[in-house]
């Protein structure tokens, strides 16, 4: 994975919005009146949906986003706006259309099965009035933007004209657009730079029936014709993503678990988006949607994958390289933030690490059965220097830091140049501080901001300083 530290494309979303409401609860009885579930409802929430969806997982990758569409005047337009706001987006461009309702799909969710859905929401083109004033904000604005992504849900805001008239527009821009497709009829979407349709949907576009590798290169490489685009695609749910532009290509999936592939298709088209925007070809940006999508299947609802999510995805997927695992101050602090939403239990210990033994590894992965997440401060060449002489380090603070970052047991390294990690403890937060054992009856520094303190009993005999002496002796 190339480097994705402060990248942030400027990215615009135009689709149907909607709200995705979900009413949780659990089911123990069948009701009296008629043989269904009884649900009794213990929570309710409600998030973005549709091209909402898309927007909400192309924030939680740190884009900044514009969003375009068209609600009604109604109490959930109302409710749609709030949860838009709540994203911080750069420019939000909702034209309101008198009598439409705003789409709204509630799930009730029973002991984390999905029971039922019904939906509130108008489904006919949006008028001619308002595709204007829409393509006349994106014509002002158009120069701005890395990418477009079109979301149609078939709810009439992506009509075919107006459609027609955005690719139109981007491609003298010389803007991508990338469109999760709707429908039989994929030719309001000539000239895209991308389409995402699943297999279902491919199949039903092209008229092929896609059974083998044989059915997929004729299905795939006629909509990479028919529609004119320079990357054709196709999803193939568990067996990965295909794309075509002069070759075939398939990338198998590295989903581990799957509990729901609601909104799948929304990160799809977001990791997409977001990748080619900041530089990766199109093989890479695929491999970055895989992981994504790996990410959101294994939850519950529509959900969403963050930058550090995916990378430790990758990471227990063996497939990330150590240098991803060792982060700044600035983004331990956040990255500790996430990790503390999601439940995740932290370690923190810290230390020069120098010369790696067994020692080391052993006090390493105690510390780490402790909690969830082992982060570990690591003391810059600087600061060795000055704890233990102009000899020390033996190995440089980089070197020191990957061979750290490749354990197992470790999950993220940040190297810090004070006398002491305070700063870094005080950034991170940790549940747990470690240290060892040979702090028995002593102030440990940081313990006033830990939840706890454990302390961890070294191996005798094993030190680096031990291990150098051996060396200049000889043995």
Same mark, same amino acid.
């Given at each position: 994975?190339?480097?994705?530290?402060d990248?942030?494309p400027?990215?615009?979303?135009?689709?149907?919005?909607m709200?995705?409401?979900y009413?949780?609860?659990?089911?123990?009885?069948?009701?009296p009146?008629?043989?269904? *579930?009884? $649900?009794?409802?213990?929570?309710?929430?409600?998030?973005?949906?549709?091209a909402?969806?898309?927007?909400?997982?192309?924030?939680?990758?740190g884009?900044?986003?514009?969003?375009m569409?068209?609600?009604?005047?109604?109490?959930?337009?109302?409710?749609?706006?709030?949860?838009?706001? +709540?994203?911080?987006?750069?420019?939000? &461009?909702?034209?309101?259309?008198?009598?439409?309702?705003t789409?709204?799909?509630?799930?009730?969710?029973a002991s984390? *099965?999905q029971?039922?859905?019904?939906?509130?929401?108008?489904? %006919?083109d949006i008028p001619?009035?308002?595709q204007?004033k829409m393509?006349d904000t994106?014509?002002?604005?158009?120069n701005t933007?890395d990418?477009?992504?079109?979301s149609?849900?078939?709810?009439?805001?992506?009509?075919t004209?107006?459609?027609e008239?955005?690719?139109a527009?981007a491609n003298? +821009?010389?803007?991508?657009?990338?469109?999760?497709?709707?429908g039989?009829? &994929?030719?309001?979407?000539?000239?895209?730079y991308?389409l995402?349709?699943?297999?279902?949907?491919a199949?039903?576009?092209?008229g092929?029936?896609?059974?083998d590798?044989?059915?997929? *290169?004729? +299905?795939i490489s006629?909509?990479?014709?028919?529609?004119q685009l320079?990357?054709?695609?196709?999803?193939?749910?568990?067996?990965?993503i295909a794309?075509?532009?002069?070759?075939?290509?398939?990338?198998p999936t590295?989903a581990?678990?799957?509990?729901?592939?609601t909104?799948?298709?929304?990160?799809?088209?977001?990791?997409?988006g977001?990748?080619?925007?900041?530089?990766?070809d199109?093989?890479?940006a695929?491999?970055?949607?895989?992981? +994504?999508?790996?990410?959101?299947?294994?939850k519950?609802g529509?959900?969403?994958?963050?930058?550090?999510?995916?990378?430790?995805?990758?990471?227990i997927?063996?497939?990330?390289t150590?240098?991803?695992?060792?982060k700044?101050?600035?983004?331990?602090?956040l990255?500790s933030k996430?990790l503390?939403?999601?439940?995740?239990?932290? $370690?923190?210990?810290?230390?020069?690490?120098?010369?790696?033994?067994?020692?080391?590894v052993? &006090?390493l992965e105690e510390?780490k059965?402790?909690?969830?997440?082992l982060?570990?401060?690591?003391?810059?060449?600087?600061?060795?220097?000055?704890l233990?002489?102009?000899s020390?380090?033996?190995?440089? %603070?980089?070197?020191?830091?990957?061979?750290?970052?490749s354990?197992?047991a470790?999950? &993220?390294?940040?190297?810090?140049?004070?006398?002491?990690?305070?700063t870094?403890?005080?950034?991170v937060?940790?549940?747990?501080?470690v240290?060892?054992?040979?702090?028995?009856?002593?102030?440990?520094?940081? *313990?006033?901001?830990?939840? %706890?303190?454990r302390?961890?009993q070294?191996?005798?005999?094993k030190?680096t300083?031990?291990?150098?002496?051996?060396?200049?002796k000889?043995?």
């Open positions: 994975m190339i480097n994705l530290k990248k942030q400027h990215i615009l979303v135009i689709g149907d919005l709200i995705d409401h009413l949780w609860g659990s089911c123990e009885r069948i009701s009146e008629a043989p269904v *579930q009884v $649900v009794t409802i213990e929570k309710e929430t409600s998030i973005l949906g549709g909402g969806n898309v927007v909400h997982n192309l924030s939680a990758l884009a900044n986003i514009d969003v569409s068209v609600v009604g005047d109604d109490k959930n337009a109302q409710e749609l706006r709030t949860l838009l706001q +709540a994203l911080s987006l750069k420019n939000t &461009y909702l034209y309101t259309q008198t009598g439409r309702h789409s709204k799909k509630s799930r009730i969710i984390q *099965q029971v039922v859905r019904y939906d509130k929401e108008s489904t %006919e001619p009035d308002i204007k393509l994106l014509a002002h604005t158009i933007y990418s477009i992504l079109l149609d849900y078939g709810k009439g805001v992506l009509t004209t107006f459609t008239n955005i690719i527009l003298k +821009a010389d803007v991508k657009v990338l469109v999760d497709p709707k039989t009829d &994929y030719s309001k979407y000539r000239g895209a991308l995402t349709p699943n297999k279902k949907e199949m039903v576009a092209s092929i029936s896609i059974n590798t044989k059915s997929l *290169q004729q +299905a006629m909509l990479h014709k028919t529609c320079c990357v054709s695609l196709i999803t193939l749910s568990e067996d990965g794309i075509y532009d002069d070759t075939l290509r398939v990338f590295v581990r678990e799957v509990y729901d592939v909104g799948a298709g929304d990160t799809v088209l977001a990791s997409l977001f990748s080619l925007s900041v530089g990766y199109i093989d890479n695929v491999k970055f949607a895989n992981l +994504a999508a790996g990410v959101v299947v294994g519950i529509s959900a969403t994958a963050t930058l550090n999510e995916i990378i430790e995805y990758e990471s997927l063996n497939k990330s150590s240098d991803s695992h060792i700044t101050l600035d983004e331990v602090t990255l996430e503390k939403k999601r439940g995740k239990r932290i $370690v923190f210990t810290n230390g020069c690490f120098d010369i790696l033994h067994i020692g080391h052993k &006090y510390a059965s402790y909690g969830d997440v982060i570990v401060g690591l003391n810059s060449d600087e600061s060795v220097r000055r233990k002489g102009d020390r380090p033996v190995n440089t %603070e980089d070197d020191r830091a990957y061979i750290l970052a354990l197992e470790v999950d &993220y390294v940040v190297k810090f140049n004070d006398d002491t990690p305070y870094l403890i005080k950034a937060q940790p549940h747990i501080l240290k060892g054992g040979d702090y028995e009856g002593k102030e440990v520094i940081g *313990q006033d901001i830990a939840d %706890e303190l302390l961890v070294f191996i005798d005999g030190s300083t031990k291990t150098i002496e051996k060396i200049k000889g043995q």
